[in-house]
């Protein structure tokens, strides 16, 4: 398959640079994975679509407070900082725009006026940096949440852009599908017997980098880290066993599960996946999946179409335009179920 066949047109007005008002109020488009039939309901509607036996499946990562607004202390050029993950005493890998001029070594004055230090590039078009203890300890009162490029307009609560269980630093981007989850809607789910189940995948930069390669074969996944407890594996085995279904909350929910499934000696450790999910791929865990609607030519939009009736995303996109659903991370949700 070519990339051009994950393209599509999406009017601007639809891309959502605010999330709902409530979270769970935000709209759901529920796909069988069946015959491809579609229903639109609200997200907060899942209690009455799900069944007693079912597991949902959550990323519980949390979003660092990760863009650093710099100035470099000789010139006084502007330099954003993207951290992207700890690699010990001290230092940071780190995205840098612009990074063409920095001198190894430089001082960088964050807006906090803290300092942190410019030490090399690396092959990857990367940066490495060293942050100072007491910046590094509290990331929130010297950086920002870093928000998509596509949102430009939201100034409300940085914590709308968290989920409501999210509990482990980590990630540059919220595994958005998560964002519509509400305590009440969860503790309504438990109720009603669906389990609920946490694995940790932090999502890192390969989110920003787009796909470059015409041929989807010729794409090499990026890696992130993930969690999947030991005896979650097993426990799910026997959940589909006694008829209930596996619903991961979001791609990296997904992902994480079947790079599990694939590798069960994974279990119980971090590990590093560049499992890449396109149409062709045949899933081993995952029997549903709650997701936002994603960029067009995105490795999420393939995995998306990996799990639908002959790779028919376009359907589904379609008439989530014609209908004025929400596009990207702030957006409106869809169940293929």
């Known amino acids: 398959m070519s990339l051009h066949e994950f393209d599509y047109e999406l009017p601007s007005d639809l891309i959502a640079q605010r999330p709902a008002a409530e979270r769970d109020a935000s709209r759901m488009m529920v796909v069988s994975r069946g015959d491809g039939a ?38 006084g050029g502007r330099v954003e900082l993207l951290l992207l993950r700890p690699t010990g005493a001290g230092e940071w890998e780190a995205m840098a ?37 007491d910046v590094e300890s509290d990331l929130s009162a010297h950086a920002e949440l870093p928000l998509p490029p596509y949102i430009r307009e939201f100034q409300g609560n940085p914590d709308r852009y968290q989920t409501v269980y999210a509990r482990v630093d980590g990630s540059v981007a919220a595994p958005t599908a998560g964002l519509h989850f509400t305590p009440e809607l969860l503790e309504s789910l438990q109720r009603m017997g669906v389990l609920i189940r946490y694995i940790t995948l932090h999502v890192g930069a390969g989110t920003f980098r787009p796909v470059r390669t015409e041929r989807l074969d010729e794409h090499v996944m990026h890696a992130e880290r993930y969690l999947v407890p030991a005896q979650l594996l097993n426990e799910l085995r026997t959940i589909q066993q006694n008829g209930g279904r596996v619903i991961a909350v979001g791609t990296t ?30 899933w ?19 995995l998306v179409a990996s799990l639908l009736p002959s790779n028919d995303w376009r359907t589904m996109y379609d008439e989530a335009v014609h209908r004025g659903y929400r596009f990207y991370s702030f957006g409106d949700a869809m169940l293929i179920i």
């Open 38 to 75: 579609l229903t639109h309901r609200t997200f907060r509607d899942l209690p009455t679509i799900l069944r007693s036996g079912d597991v949902l499946v959550f990323n519980d990562t949390r979003v660092l407070h990760a863009r650093m607004r710099t100035r470099r202390e000789e010139s």
């Open 97 to 133: 725009q612009p990074a063409r001029r920095l001198v190894p070594g430089e001082t960088l004055r964050l807006d906090s006026g803290a300092a942190v230090t410019f030490m090399d590039r690396t092959e990857q078009g990367t940066v490495r940096i060293t942050v100072p203890p």
């Open 253 to 282: 929910s997904a992902r994480s599960l079947e790079a599990v499934a694939a590798q069960p000696e994974c279990a119980g450790r971090w590990a590093e996946t560049d499992l890449y999910i396109r149409p062709g791929y045949e």
């Open 284 to 302: 081993q865990m995952v029997d549903g999946l709650i997701t936002n609607f994603h960029l067009p030519r995105s490795t999420l939009l393939m």
